[in-house]
């Protein structure tokens, strides 16, 4: 690891918790220098949904560029770019009931981000973006100005205007946060200025794990719509399946005016982001917003490719059967062990274990790290031993990692 703590700067994250240089990876299965074999139950932060070097995927990729497909465009048509948008409304939108117009705002999940922000203030002319507690949008400006951790905002060093921040639901126990957030919007001297747009994720992944119910969810979408208020989802970690549905919202029936997808969208791991809007609020100017690298024909590719996991419902039955297998086998940690103290959280292949003493998540982490499972914390204060395995991983990956997880446990409370 010398290289690294040499050359590469402080910022450095995962490296540092998982101390090894990586070679190869295929499916749920890593493995570094020295050949040692790790489960993975991290997925690239929820962009490999179906797991490391698909083969399809690499197939497509190969044919594609030894025949010299073009691959940087910005945002000239391309034969992948038109390829991906027909299969995405063909196979995603069309049978959904959903009427958008996709951008392609740049290759990272802030870019998304961004570019819903701007488009609902420019639509409704108005500055002020509600979001939520424990939420986490991205990295730039923008992206933080609407994310909680107070660690991350600093970084900015500048300060972050035109948000405000209001109570996810169930952050505080047997208070309703819609009533409170109604109130807010309805009493002029509540120094809320009616917002251009409300932003949230219906679970929380940086922030810990949280998921939304689906009656709370329909309640944020009605004062949406009483208030004129435009609804952007969050979905670039929840979204592409990981909650058991393509879209983590479908199971609330909700129609959000703006939704921001990246992470697994590109299917292999390849930077891509889109961020879909409702047609009547799609009122750019040409090139009011542009990038670079909004034109990855490579990603193009694997992202259509990736489509043909919901061409039927297989694939969402067989994520939300490995999410009830997942579910039970938290439960059973958390009553097995009490000294944990913990709660748990999340839906779908997207869960987590809270657990309520100071430091005790991490180290579970780190001694998991040793045995041969990746797995990160998560929430404020890396309170939460989250479970992202890639959507693909079979029952023997599952029990085989929550085997790690489980003596990793074991060790650190003994």
Not at 289 to 313: P, Q, S
Request: glycine share 10%.
């Amino acid at each position: 690891m010398r290289t690294f703590e040499e050359l590469e700067s402080a910022v450095r994250s995962y490296s540092r918790g998982w101390p090894t240089v990586f070679t190869k990876a295929k499916g749920y299965k890593l493995w570094d220098t020295d050949e040692k074999e790790y489960i993975d139950f991290f997925a690239g932060a929820g962009t490999l949904n179906y797991g490391h070097n698909d083969n399809a995927m690499q197939q497509k990729m190969i044919e594609y560029i030894q025949s010299d497909g073009i691959i940087h465009s910005l945002d000239m048509g391309t034969t992948p770019r038109k390829d991906f948008l027909e299969r995405f409304k063909e196979v995603i939108l069309t049978p959904r009931n959903l009427d958008y117009k996709i951008m392609f705002p740049g290759p990272t999940g802030t870019n998304t981000v961004e570019s819903a922000l701007k488009i609902a203030r420019k639509v409704t002319g108005r500055e002020t973006v509600i979001s939520f507690t424990n939420a986490f949008h991205g990295m730039t400006i923008g992206s933080l100005s609407v994310t909680g951790n107070s660690f991350k905002r600093r970084g900015a060093g500048i300060p972050l205007h035109h948000s405000v921040s209001m109570p996810f639901d169930n952050y505080v126990d047997g208070h309703d946060s819609i009533v409170y957030l109604e109130r807010f919007l309805e009493d002029s001297g509540s120094g809320v200025a009616l917002p251009a747009a409300i932003i949230l994720e219906t679970v929380q992944g940086e922030g810990g794990i949280n998921a939304a119910r689906m009656d709370w969810l329909k309640k944020v979408e009605e004062l949406c719509k009483r208030w004129d208020i435009l609804l952007i989802i969050d979905d670039v970690q929840a979204g592409n399946g990981r909650t058991g549905t393509f879209f983590s919202f479908e199971p609330a029936g909700i129609d959000p005016d703006i939704v921001c997808l990246s992470k697994s969208i590109g299917g292999i791991g390849l930077p891509m982001a889109i961020t879909l809007i409702k047609p009547e609020h799609d009122i750019w100017g040409p090139g009011e917003h542009n990038g670079t690298f909004r034109g990855n024909n490579l990603a193009f590719i694997t992202a259509a490719e990736a489509l043909k996991n919901w061409e039927n419902d297989e694939f969402s039955k067989a994520v939300q059967e490995k999410g009830d297998f997942l579910k039970k086998a938290v439960e059973m940690l958390i009553e097995k062990y009490p000294e944990l103290n913990g709660e748990a959280r999340g839906r779908g292949l997207m869960q987590g274990i809270a657990i309520g003493k100071e430091g005790l998540a991490s180290d579970i982490c780190a001694e998991a790290f040793k045995r041969g499972l990746i797995v990160e914390t998560s929430g404020p204060d890396d309170e939460v031993v989250k479970f992202l395995p890639p959507l693909i991983i079979d029952e023997e990956g599952l029990e085989k990692g929550l085997q790690l997880l489980e003596d990793s446990i074991q060790h650190v409370l003994n």
